[in-house]
């Protein structure tokens, strides 16, 4: 009866030790599963968020699969016609600009902003809104208000957009004869500088090298002395520049026009003439020649620094 008992005993320790082996092999498959790390070497699965890009009417961007606590990639920028990219942003409205810098912890959507993509005939006015090209035939005295106009823009470089002056200057030297501005070859603004807004203040540094003043400089260049005193910002073009209005100044003059036409615009030439314009280049060969660009075919070329010659100005503004 002992023995027998014994092996009773025996019998239902041993179920019980298969049955724990069993929940064991059971609870370490469910940890697998969940990607917790196991004896037998399982590892944690890399856990991801979609980052997608609704880029508002513009041309398709892919959606990026991003680990958690990693970077999204920055697109290329997409396009979409008439518009200019403005960037990506984490609301609906493109108020809060996204970071390409920050972890992405969740699932994500970025917003593409746009702005118009203005062309040669807009008209910019003094509160900072534009007038576009198609709608300036509707533009009159009671729809400026008390606004008045700033410019006409000619041309984009740089992401700004850069406008025509409203008035032009005539029959004014580029430098008076034998002055210090006329028998000097200003290396730095000769033909192949683009960038004509920096033009007057090598002028000035040559004049200041030998002992005299801004003030000196402006009586001696009455062409320059003009663009300065139309305004702050203001400056005679490079060729470059005087080109990018020549290809466009039929759009210009267009609105010109129109402005021309309402009382109080601000606005005090018809047009863009058909003459030669001063740039604000050195020609490289001669000292006292400087660059032109004639508004009958676009063509630039030399001149003497002290001919009178038209001079218009323009300025870059940020849309």
Same mark, same amino acid.
């Given at each position: ?69 990693? %970077? ?11 518009? @200019? +990219?403005?960037? !990506?942003?984490? *609301? &609906? ?63 984009? %470089? ?11 200057? @005539? +029959?004014?030297? !580029?430098?008076? *004869? &034998?002055?210090l501005a006329c028998t000097q070859n200003i290396i730095a603004i000769q033909e192949s500088d683009i960038d004509g807004s920096d033009n007057w203040n090598e002028i000035v540094k040559i ?35 005087? %080109? ?11 609105? @010109? ?14 047009e863009l003439e058909k003459a030669w314009y001063w740039t604000g280049n050195q020609f490289s060969s001669a000292d006292k020649q400087a660059m032109l660009v004639t508004f009958v075919n676009g063509d ?20």
């Amino acid at each position: 009866m002992k023995q027998s008992n014994y092996f009773l005993l025996a019998a239902a320790c041993a179920a019980l030790i298969c049955a724990g082996c069993k929940q064991a092999t059971s609870s370490n498959s469910g940890s697998s599963s969940s990607g917790i790390d196991n004896s037998d070497g399982g590892s944690t699965p890399t856990v991801t968020y979609s980052v997608t890009f609704n880029t508002n009417g513009g041309s398709s961007i892919s959606v990026q699969t991003v680990e958690t606590g990693k %970077k999204a990639m920055e697109p290329v920028a997409p396009t979409k016609s008439g518009y @200019l +990219f403005d960037g !990506w942003y984490s *609301d &609906e409205n493109c108020t809060t600009a996204f970071n390409f810098a920050a972890a992405i912890t969740k699932n994500t959507t970025l917003y593409a902003k746009w702005k118009v993509r203005h062309v040669a005939g807009d008209i910019l006015l003094d509160d900072g809104t534009w007038v576009l090209k198609d709608d300036v035939v509707t533009l009159d005295a009671a729809t400026l208000g008390t606004r008045k106009a700033v410019g006409v823009l000619a041309f984009e %470089k740089g992401g700004k957009a850069y406008c025509v002056g409203l008035d032009i200057g @005539l +029959f004014l030297v !580029w430098a008076k *004869d &034998e002055t210090l501005a006329c028998t000097q070859n200003i290396i730095a603004i000769q033909e192949s500088d683009i960038d004509g807004s920096d033009n007057w203040n090598e002028i000035v540094k040559i004049y200041k090298e030998n002992g005299k003043t801004e003030s000196d400089a402006l009586a001696d260049c009455d062409a320059f002395k003009w663009a300065k005193e139309y305004g702050d910002g203001w400056y005679i073009p490079s060729i470059y520049e005087l %080109k990018q209005v020549y290809n466009n100044k039929e759009a210009i003059s267009y609105s @010109l026009a129109m402005l021309f036409n309402i009382v109080g615009s601000g606005c005090k030439i018809r047009e863009l003439e058909k003459a030669w314009y001063w740039t604000g280049n050195q020609f490289s060969s001669a000292d006292k020649q400087a660059m032109l660009v004639t508004f009958v075919n676009g063509d630039a070329h030399e001149h003497n620094k002290s001919d009178d010659i038209y001079v218009l100005v323009v300025r870059g503004f940020d849309y």
